[in-house]
Structures are given as C-alpha cells and as structure tokens.
C-alpha cells in the first residue's frame, strides 16, 4: 500500500509497505482523509516522537473498514469510521478513568505507532468510532481533534451566561469558540492578531474579536463592566499568554490551558494572588474514550461547523508541500490529506 512515512525530521518518503496485518481483534481501515494538526508538525521538525521513527504519522482520519478480525463484533465491513488513537491497558487505574494518557503502557496510533497518512491502517475495534450516517468522510476526520475541545469543554466546568475568553484563533481556537458559542456563553471574546483567522472568529460568531494586542485589556474589561472574563482558555501555548490570561480572568475566574508550549517552558504567576482571588487552572489535552464519541455526536448534529477546515485538501503524494504550507502560511486553518 502506499504511505507517507517520516524517515527522519523534516523528511517524508512516499513508499510501498505491506498492508498492516489484521489481528483478530483488529480491524483495517481504508483511508480516506487524514487532517494534519500542530501535533503532527512538531513531529515533522523532530520536536516529538523523533526515537518512533520511520513513522507513519496521521491521527486525524476517517475512512471505511476493510476487513475484521475474527473476535470482531458489532462492525460492518464498509462502515464508516473514525478512531479513538489513545491506546491504554483498558484495566488501570487511568484507563478506568478515561484518562488514557496517564496509563503507563499508552500509545497513540499516528504518534507512536503507525497512523492514518496510508492507504489502511489497523485499529483494535475497541477503539473505533463509528460516524454517524449524515456524516461525510471528510468531517468524519475533524471528530478526533474536536474530541479535544469537548474534553476541554467539560473540565471547564463553563455554565450558561459566563463571558469566555478563546487565546489563539487557530483550528483549536475557533472550536472552542463555537462550543463555548453553542453552550451559552456569553460573551465570546477572541483574540487573534492573523486577519483572516480573526474574520473567521467574527464569521462564526464571536461578540468580539480583538487582533491588536495592546487593545486586549481594554476590550476583555469593556465586555465585562470592568472584571475580566469567567474562563480564558490558552490555545497557542505560549508561557507569556498563560500569564496574560490570568491578568484578564476575574476573581474567581479560571484559565483552561490547552496551547502546547515547549519542553521546559515555565509561567510564573502570583502564588499570593492566585489564593487572595481564588483563581482556577486546569489543563487539557487530547480527546479520548467518550470525548470522541461525543465529538461525533456534536458533528452528527452540525452542532459545530467544520466547513471552513475542510477546504485546503492535498493528495497524500503532496505529504511534503502539505507540511511545508501548514508550517508557514497561517492562513491556513486545516489541511487535509486525501488518501483514497
Ligand atoms: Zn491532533
Ligand atoms: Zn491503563
């Protein structure tokens, strides 16, 4: 079959490997689209995963199954699916909890073993994700990253009428407003200094979108009489914008820190004002178990739109330009790869 595998940073080889072998308890996917995120670049640049490679990557995608194992039950062939990629032990104390990603014997399909940028790739059936019958193939490979906002979502505790704060525009960014949106927040304020991202966040309904950054405090304390927002949520990652959010949430207010920043970057905030203001922080990371099964529901029901991620698509022999365009041009919110 044909895959895009990372041989080394930088540095895609399209190559003829054997189709992955179907375990009985696996199943194969036939590939149809594969979306690139921020993930999958720091894997690119060597960042991360770097000791996993040759890697395929890809833990965006969607596609129809090809063939079940045995054991395999519940699954047609032809089915549309997706994949909860976080695999654990299933019987820890973490995976018990659905937060997978603590289990000690986790692995993530397209990050530590073999992903989507191929023509098939085998899933253990536990964790595929069946798509909704109105879904297509191609919003069909936005349900994993918008698992991670939903997860996000919950452990923001957000209530009806509380004023959200989304840091950052990006993919992440503009899903997190229209969930934010969706649940009844209000106001939904976005800062976002790229115009188009920024017309894009006004588009999808955000109450105000601030590009200019020396505008940020006045505009977050003018939609707020003056206290700062309820949530803000970090989705750049970037230590200087940690810090910021907790200048612009309320007493009381909480900072939900989603934005990856680098290995061994540090904030500081005030230890005296964090207790004095009773202030929140909570971070969030990849979607898994019900998370995703969620996302399909919300994207089942057209609850979030993801129109506007799904119109920069390549074919996977483009794998290199793809990365290459992801990494550079900001006006780029998503790209995906067509495999079939
Ligand atoms: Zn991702
Ligand atoms: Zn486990």
């Given at each position: ?118 023509e098939y790739v085998r899933v253990p059936a536990h964790a595929v994700v069946p ?108 230590p200087e914008l940690y810090e910021k959010a907790f200048t612009l949430i309320r ?90």
């Open positions: 079959m044909k895959a895009a595998v990372l041989v080394a940073p930088r540095q895609f080889e399209l190559r003829d490997v054997p189709v992955p072998e179907c375990g009985t308890g696996d199943v194969l996917v036939k590939v149809e689209r594969c979306g690139i995120c921020g993930t999958d670049l720091h894997i690119y640049h060597g960042n991360y995963s770097l000791d996993r490679l040759p890697l395929i990557p890809g833990h965006e995608f969607s596609g129809t199954i090809a063939e079940m194992g045995s054991s395999v039950s519940g699954l047609h062939i032809g089915q549309a699916v997706t994949a909860d990629i976080n695999l654990g032990c299933r019987s820890c104390f973490y995976c018990r909890k659905n937060e997978i990603l603590n289990c000690t014997k986790m692995v993530q399909i397209g990050i530590h073993v073999d992903g989507g940028m191929a798509l909704p019958a109105a879904m297509s193939l191609q919003e069909g490979a936005m349900v994993e990253p918008l698992s991670c906002i939903v997860r996000a979502f919950r452990k923001s505790q957000l209530r009806l009428a509380e004023s959200v704060l989304v840091i950052g525009a990006g993919p992440i960014g503009q899903m997190h407003l229209q969930l934010a949106l969706r649940a009844g927040a209000a106001p939904v304020i976005v800062v976002e200094p790229n115009v188009q991202r920024a017309q894009l966040a006004k588009e999808l309904g955000a109450d105000v979108v601030i590009s200019d950054a020396s505008q940020v405090d006045a505009a977050v304390r003018a939609a707020t009489d003056g206290r700062g927002v309820d949530v803000a949520i970090e989705s750049v990652g970037s007493p009381g207010g909480r900072v939900i820190a989603f934005g990856l920043a680098k290995p061994g970057q540090t904030f500081r905030i005030s230890a005296l004002d964090f207790v004095l203001r009773e202030q929140g922080l909570q971070g969030s990371v990849a979607g898994m178990g019900d998370d995703m099964r969620e996302a399909a529901t919300l994207l089942g029901y057209k609850r979030i739109d993801v129109a506007p991620f799904l119109t920069t698509i390549y074919r996977i022999d483009d794998v290199e330009h793809a990365f290459a365009r992801l990494a550079e041009d900001k006006s780029v919110l998503k790209i995906q790869l067509q495999v079939a």
